[in-house]
């Protein structure tokens, strides 16, 4: 299994509050992604990362922002928590096989 | 814009029977092809991949999807499913023909659940 880790696993916050997702890899790859998974909308990306420091927006970016000062971490923040931002995250990485390899997730809930 | 469709939510089957599950993706230019399988709470997992070569691809466990490019298809199929088959399939897609960083991306589809029963 790809080296992957995510923290927390598991999140119960408020509205209203920052959040940071943490996902960590021992990997080396280039690329790293944050998506949402929903019933009903499969997986989307959120963010993505070619290279440190360079980011890009995914398909549903707005309320999230990232940040990668190191190859191995990719963090995912939400500047102030909505209820429609619980979800369950995944972190992915890829090398240039452009294959994803997937962490456990996070589940997080905004009440 | 690019999509990828799963034609079935979800696919009641019985134990020993075949399965196909379906996977249409949007544009006939080139293309890298996945499936991905996840277990219940558990991240996705990749089960097998077309990048270029034999149209006919196979995983370790029994499944094999077959790349059709006039049909823009890419659907999975197993002789004979078990229940620990049971789990939720993704197909995804890499549109080769995409610039920079975004060529590295997978649009995925909603997902197909599989049940198999006893």
């Known amino acids: 299994d790809a080296g992957i880790t995510q923290s927390p696993r598991h999140k119960v916050t408020e509205t209203g509050t920052p959040v940071t997702l943490r996902c960590h890899q021992t990997?080396?790859?280039?690329?790293m992604y944050w998506y949402r998974q929903d019933p009903g909308h499969g997986l989307r990306l959120i963010h993505y990362s070619y290279g440190v420091k360079d980011t890009d927006k995914g398909e549903v970016s707005d309320g999230y922002s990232v940040s990668r000062s190191k190859t191995e971490d990719f963090l995912l923040t939400l500047e102030s928590a909505t209820s429609s931002q619980t979800s369950v995250y995944f972190c992915?990485?890829?090398?240039?096989?452009?294959?994803?390899?997937f962490g456990p997730g996070t589940r997080l809930t905004v009440t | 814009a690019q999509s990828v469709t799963q034609l079935d939510s979800q696919v009641p089957v019985f134990e020993e029977a075949p399965v196909e599950l379906r996977c249409n993706y949007s544009s006939s230019v080139s293309v890298y092809l996945f499936w991905y399988v996840q277990y219940p709470n558990q991240g996705l997992q990749l089960l097998l991949k077309?990048?270029?070569?034999?149209?006919l691809v196979k995983s370790i466990n029994g499944f094999e999807a077959e790349f059709n490019k006039s049909q823009t298809s890419f659907h999975l199929r197993k002789p004979s499913v078990h229940i620990s088959d049971t789990a939720e399939y993704f197909c995804a897609v890499n549109w080769r023909g995409n610039s920079g960083g975004s060529n590295y991306k997978l649009t995925f589809g909603k997902g197909t659940l599989l049940t198999v029963n006893p």
């Open positions: 992915a990485i890829s090398e240039r096989s452009y294959e994803q390899y």
């Open positions: 077309y990048l270029s070569g034999s149209t």
């Open positions: 990997e080396n790859h280039r690329y």
